[in-house]
């Protein structure tokens, strides 16, 4: 079982390098189906590590990584497919984010302290990254429904989604945008009362 938890997050780290070159060939279907396998890969290893008590250092940082690039890669990748202000402002913070809890971690890692998930009732770091993955799953099924319909072929339902992914794409990249800095607050408190600890010694 340690041996599938940890395929399953290769697996993800995988999907997150295949989504560049098949975003740029236009194979969207593919795409699409590497990513939202990807994502369930993402609970799974995590429920399954936890249910058969396997998790491992190795473990954890494999699935941290798939994580972070699955996400941030087909965030990028986005940017570049459509250039306008309402996706490229959301998801530009959100990197930054990334960027700035990472070199959190990093400098208390150099003190030997690690920084865990703030614990609450909620954890908005959890909630961020679920609605990341829905609002760009929703984005790659509009390219990959948009490249194969046809005035022959499309029904009322293809239309409804052609209408509805793109809301659901752009109200979910704001609002993975609040909960992606509410994280980012709670990871500040909690980096601030380590650097108290430090102070001390």
């Not at 959190?104 to 609450?120: D, N, S």
Request: glycine residues 6%.
């Amino acid at each position: 079982m340690k041996f599938f938890v940890n395929f399953l997050s290769a697996f993800r780290i995988f999907s997150a390098f295949m989504i560049i070159p098949t975003l740029l060939l236009q194979w969207y279907w593919v795409t699409f189906v590497l990513y939202t396998l990807g994502a369930i890969s993402d609970w799974f290893d995590g429920y399954l590590a936890r249910k058969y008590n396997c998790c491992t250092k190795i473990g954890g940082v494999m699935d941290h990584i798939g994580d972070k690039l699955l996400v941030s890669n087909t965030l990028i990748m986005l940017t570049i497919m459509m250039p306008v202000w309402f996706v490229l402002i959301p998801i530009i913070i959100m990197i930054a984010r990334e960027l700035y809890v990472s070199g959190l971690r990093e400098f208390l890692g150099t003190q030997k302290i690690e920084m865990p998930v703030p614990k609450a009732r909620f954890s908005m770091g959890k909630i961020k990254t679920s609605i990341q993955m829905i609002s760009i799953a929703a984005f790659l099924l509009l390219f990959a429904i948009g490249s194969t319909i046809t005035p022959n072929t499309t029904s009322r339902f293809v239309f409804f989604l052609i209408y509805t992914l793109p809301q659901i794409g752009i109200f979910g990249l704001w609002f993975a945008l609040v909960t992606s800095i509410w994280s980012a607050t709670q990871y500040t408190f909690t980096f601030a009362s380590k650097l108290k600890t430090i102070k001390k010694k």
